[in-house]
Structures are given as C-alpha cells and as structure tokens.
Nanobody, 126 residues
Framework: QVQLVESGGGLVQAGGSLRLSCAASGRTFSTYTMAWFRQAPGKEREFVAA????????YYADSVKGRFTISRDNTKNTVYLQMNSLKPEDTAVYYCAATEKRGRDSLRLGAWYDYWGQGTQVTVSS
C-alpha cells in the first residue's frame, strides 16, 4: 500500500508562485509514475502533469505548459509541482497520484492511477 501526502498549497496573488510537494511511502518509489491532478469547485478533475517512472519523460496539460514543472527526488520519495505565473483559473484542490503500471497512453487519465493523496488547496486571487 502506498500513501501519498501533499503539502505546499495556499493563497497566492495572480502572477505568484507556489511549490507543491507529495511525499510517498513505500520502498519502490522510483518505480512509480507520478502525476498531479486538480479539481475546481463544480468542475471535473483534470490532469495537470505527470512524470514517467524513469524520470526522463514529463507531460503537461496545455493550460499549464510553460508555467508548471513536475520533478521528483527519489532519495526523498517526493514529487514536486512548481507553479509559476499563477492565474485565478488555477484555483483548485491539487491531488498527487501514483501508479506502478507501465505504458504512457493513459498517463492523463485519472483512472490509470492506483494511489491518491488527500489533496491540497491552491487559491489564486486576482
């Protein structure tokens, strides 16, 4: 069983930055593909970013490309989401997700992931 714990959310003004962290339990963190999703009030959960387990490939939603960066530190069992140039429309609860499945075709689908964190709130004021 893998447990994921997010942190780093908060209130920030438009144009500001935040860095989210997701700490994972388990001895095989380096074999997990990790991702971030978000859900705004009244909206469906949406894909934000993913990093394949090898750490070589990253994937982003068009809405965050160029502003957000996903990274991981396998020595700390932690994945990060650096968010720059934040916009009010980035306001949401951000969730960390993990899977040990292989394959890249479904990385953007929430159903692909087996483990989820409890979420951290990000609020961007205009």
């Amino acid at each position: 069983q893998v447990q994921l714990v997010e942190s780093g959310g908060g209130l920030v003004q438009a144009g500001g930055s935040l860095r989210l962290s997701c700490a994972a339990s388990g001895r095989t963190f380096s074999t997990y593909t990790m991702a971030w999703f978000r859900q705004a009030p009244g909206k469906e959960r949406e894909f934000v970013a993913a990093m394949y387990w090898s750490g070589i490939s990253t994937y982003y939603a068009d809405s965050v490309k160029g502003r957000f960066t996903i990274s991981r530190d396998n020595t700390k069992n932690t994945v990060y989401l650096q968010m720059n140039s934040l916009k009010p429309e980035d306001t949401a609860v951000y969730y960390c997700a993990a899977t040990e499945k292989r394959g890249r075709d479904s990385l953007r689908l929430g159903a692909w992931y087996d483990y989820w964190g409890q979420g951290t709130q990000v609020t961007v004021s205009s």
